[in-house]
């Protein structure tokens, strides 16, 4: 039995038709769900509040107020356990390598110096070779090829921009 709109109509506090209130009724003389839920919808309605104790709202905002200074000095005494237990664990991988290193500096000086200038010599080749290559490519390909390449590129950027849109936009409004 589908209750879905008769559970809304009941639990929400909007104004009902004539036309839906007949609905309702008839459907809560035939359904035990929906006629419980109604009274109990009915008990809660007709229920008194209760006004709080004197003194309530001051206990309540001393009670934050101590719960926010114990949160913080959790987090603060959690932070200095994260951060001591980093460190030792950092100390303790990079033990080897930092007595390796205060027993010979030398070593490492030239290890290091040498690694910089071979970083800096590849560099170099490689800017070269992209340069003869830059300059030797363009005579080889000829310029239809040119074409066709960059319009496979637009498309792909098209294409690229519009999955992009699609996928980031929000839908709007009921989805079914």
Not at 25 to 52: G, Q
Not at 88 to 95: C, D, K, N, V
Not at 145 to 169: C, D, H, K, P, T
């Amino acid at each position: 039995m589908n209750h879905q709109p008769f559970e809304t109509w009941l639990l929400d506090d909007k104004h009902l038709t004539a036309a839906e209130k007949g609905e309702l009724h008839a459907h809560v003389r035939v359904c035990k769900t929906c006629s419980a839920l109604a009274e109990t919808s009915l008990v809660l309605r007709s229920a008194r509040a209760v006004s709080p104790t004197a003194g309530f709202t001051a206990r309540f905002q001393e009670k934050l107020a101590l719960q926010k200074v114990a949160e913080r000095r959790r987090r603060l005494w959690g932070l200095i356990v994260l951060i001591l237990s980093g460190l030792s664990l950092l100390t303790w991988f990079a033990s080897p390598y930092i007595m390796t290193f205060l027993a010979a500096p030398v070593e490492w000086f030239t290890a290091v110096v040498g690694y910089l200038l071979f970083i800096f010599t590849s560099l170099q080749a490689f800017t070269e070779a992209v340069q003869v290559l830059t300059r030797v490519i363009p005579n080889f390909i000829p310029p239809y090829v040119w074409m066709i390449i960059l319009s496979a590129m637009a498309g792909f950027g098209l294409l690229w921009s519009v999955s992009i849109w699609r996928f980031a936009r929000k839908p709007q409004g009921v989805s079914v």
